[in-house]
């Protein structure tokens, strides 16, 4: 990506810069890709002359969104999403850098495949995108994946997507080998067989709906065996979605015992519940499922409170054909690249959380966690930033979003907040009019 020619000022806005603890009111600065300066002032002590001055009234300047859950189909599921339209989709929601899954045809567990993502994403997409290799062999969950060579090729992260590596010795020795190349391992903790047939959270609203139930279970046996083996194995583990509040105590002790161990949740998870699936929303239907809203409450609370680490879009486009069938049949997953902050803008107007904590679960912390570029705005960092008007209401149209496939849970929702424009680089590459 080339740096745009001409320096670009955000004046005269609310500037929130996680990384250094930051909410000030003042100007930013950008030339040749980078961020030069950020404080009050810049515009009275003068620009170069050819700098394009934005003036921002007011509204927020945050590092750019770094996603650290979504499923792009390409190679292989072009039809669901290219890296060229999720980078549209991306663009519009704040989205400066898309972590994409390895669930893909043929799997991201081979360099070839690495470099293939890398380069398509290089040549088609407006923002920038690391692919997260396959932790296990075709995400077959038995034999390991190339991790040293895979970690050389640039992957940024190992998973084995959606699916759970269900065999203790064979997670024990990703663990390890993982360590030695200091490469962090993200998994789904959800066990299989307590899985089963379940299509929801396994609940009284389950049984009244009559479909086969997910117990919270199947995601805490998961995630206790997994800090049992981290203790044992050591190397750095992350909980791709923690969905209820029985994880986050697990959770909490593993930190507290010292263990490199971080969390996400879905956005879909932090804002919305069970209840939501209402009468057979196949919208709603994800994986792990939407829990109670007190579990919804609990991961607000360990949000706020920095027990979760990152906030994920979880991503993953279906289309017609896997989303319009019986609510058991379909397909789970919902789009969430372009509506993850203004859906988490909810819980900052009703303030649970303040916006530097969702900023810093967004950005700062995977920035760090997966060791790339992003997530602060100190001077000369790469100049990934975003605008964004809190205050903007309007009302969601599925028909309007960049994604091939329109499949979001927040079809027809009010919200209120709207990313207006979103720079790459130093680039403006999408400017809400």
């Known amino acids: 990506m080339h740096g745009d020619p001409r320096p670009i000022l ?20 950008i030339s040749d890709g980078i ?14 002359e050819e700098t ?36 549209q989709a991306a663009a519009a929601g704040g989205v400066t850098t898309i972590v994409c899954q390895p669930e893909t045809s043929p799997v991201i567990d081979d360099p070839a495949i690495v470099d293939f993502v890398l380069r398509r994403a290089r040549d088609t997409a407006i923002v920038h995108v690391h692919p997260m290799a396959a932790l296990t062999k075709g995400l077959k969950g038995q034999e390991l994946a190339e991790i040293g060579l895979l970690k050389a090729a640039g992957a940024v992260a190992f998973t084995d997507g959606a699916k759970s590596v269900a065999n203790a010795q064979v997670m024990r020795r990703a663990l390890t080998y993982a360590r030695d190349f200091d490469a962090l391992v993200v998994h789904h903790t959800e066990d299989p067989n307590l899985v089963g047939d379940g299509v929801m959270n396994e609940g009284e609203f389950s049984a009244r709906l009559g479909l086969a139930g ?77 829990r109670a809203e007190e579990d919804r409450q ?14 994920m879009s979880d991503h993953n486009p279906q289309d017609v054909e896997t989303k319009r069938r019986p609510f058991a049949e379909a397909e789970p997953g919902a789009v969430g690249l372009e509506t993850m902050l203004v859906a988490a803008l909810r ?37 990934d930033v975003i605008v964004v008007d809190l205050d903007m209401p309007w009302v969601l149209d599925p028909a309007e979003l960049k994604s091939k496939c329109k499949n979001t849970p927040f079809d027809e929702a009010r919200l209120q907040g709207r990313v207006v424009r979103t720079i790459v680089a130093g680039r403006t590459v999408y400017e809400y009019v």
């Open 10 to 29: 955000l004046a005269n806005a609310r500037i929130i810069d996680p990384s250094r603890d930051l909410d000030m009111h003042g100007d930013l600065l």
């Open 35 to 48: 961020v030069r300066d950020a404080e009050p002032g810049i515009r009275a002590s003068g620009v170069p």
């Open 298 to 311: 609990r991961l607000v609370e360990a949000l706020a409170s920095g027990l979760l680490d990152v906030i």
């Open 52 to 87: 394009e001055i934005i003036d921002c009234a007011g509204r927020v300047v945050a590092p750019g969104l770094i996603d650290m859950r979504a499923f792009v189909g390409e190679p292989g599921a072009e039809h669901r999403e290219t890296l060229a339209s999720a980078s």
């Open 214 to 290: 997910i117990p919270k279970a199947a995601e805490t046996i998961m995630l206790e065996r997994d800090m049992r083996l981290v203790s044992m194995a050591g190397g750095r583990y992350h909980a791709a979605s923690i969905t209820c509040g029985e994880s986050l105590d697990v959770l909490a002790r593993a930190k507290d015992a010292g263990l490199a161990v971080t969390a996400a949740a879905s956005i879909n998870h932090l804002t919305l519940n069970e209840m939501d699936v209402g009468a057979y929303r196949t919208f709603c239907k994800v994986t792990p499922p939407l």
């Open 347 to 383: 819980l900052v107007h009703g303030q649970h959380v303040t916006l530097t904590t969702l900023f810093k679960a967004m950005s700062t912390r995977p920035a760090e966690l997966l060791d790339i570029p992003g997530g602060t705005l100190k001077p000369g960092a790469r100049a």
